[in-house]
């Protein structure tokens, strides 16, 4: 009897500030059934990671079903054929966006990027930084032009978000939007449901956080939110 083999999506994590973004990315795929994630964090994300959330760098790994080391430049990943469905890099610094943009393959993380791109495999990139600079752009364009989502952290506010966490997971279910996994994201945020209904949320919330329903609670991502 054969075995379907796991649908494999590579995630890098470099040391830019969003790193609760990558945690609820990484929640949500454990609870995908099939899906098997490769981590790769960069030098300075472990760092990242220790400041913005309640996880340190080892505790933060094991929420992936594999791990890489940066500089393994020998790892199944780097390989076009090794299976794989995608990968993200989230956060994406500029310094990995520029060498994915040339084909600087002189890390795990790059190079993994550098094999999604040849293989014609989705590769979305969650660059942040702000203003962004003329290179920056340029970067992204080009790299848009090759056939990489660029998928920048950008809030919804339709939702009537109660919390930060609310707006991570509207982030989290945009990038995973870009893959073709089993991933009932209904679940994990909510969608554009029209006007009419949009504006019956808004007033609706608005009633509810008036009588003091709205509660100050600690969100998944480590950030005090009200929810």
């Known amino acids: 009897m054969t075995t379907t083999p796991p649908t ?26 099939g899906v ?6 960069s030098t300075w994300a472990r760092s990242t990671i220790e400041v913005e959330t309640p ?9 992936a ?24 890099v989230v956060p994406c610094s500029m310094k990995t966006l520029a060498a994915v943009r ?27 930084e702000t203003p962004l600079s003329e290179i920056h752009l340029e970067n992204m364009l080009a790299l848009s032009r090759m056939g990489a989502r660029i998928v920048p952290p ?7 978000p109660a919390c930060i966490d609310d707006l991570v997971n509207h982030i989290v279910m945009r990038i995973l939007d870009q893959f073709p996994l089993p991933v009932a994201a209904a679940d994990i ?3 554009w449901p029209g006007l009419a209904d949009a504006r019956g949320r808004r007033g609706h919330r608005g009633e509810a956080d008036e009588a003091g329903e709205a509660g100050e609670v600690r969100n998944r991502s480590g950030v005090h939110g009200s929810c």
């Open 154 to 160: 950008m809030p919804s506010f339709y939702d009537a």
């Open 55 to 63: 996880y340190t760098g080892r505790q933060f790994a094991e929420l």
């Open 189 to 191: 945020a909510e969608r």
């Open 102 to 128: 040339h084909g600087i393959a002189d890390n795990l993380i790059s190079r993994a990027a550098d094999v999604t791109l040849k293989e014609r495999r989705p590769l979305v990139l969650v660059p942040r």
């Open 36 to 41: 098997e994630t490769h981590l790769v964090l």
């Open 8 to 33: 494999r999506l590579v995630v890098g994590v470099t040391g830019a500030t969003g790193a609760p973004i990558a945690v609820r990315l990484l929640e949500v795929l454990r609870e995908v059934p």
């Open 65 to 88: 079903d594999v791990n890489h080391k940066f500089g393994e430049l020998g790892a199944t990943i780097s390989s076009g054929s090794y299976p794989a469905a995608g990968m993200v």
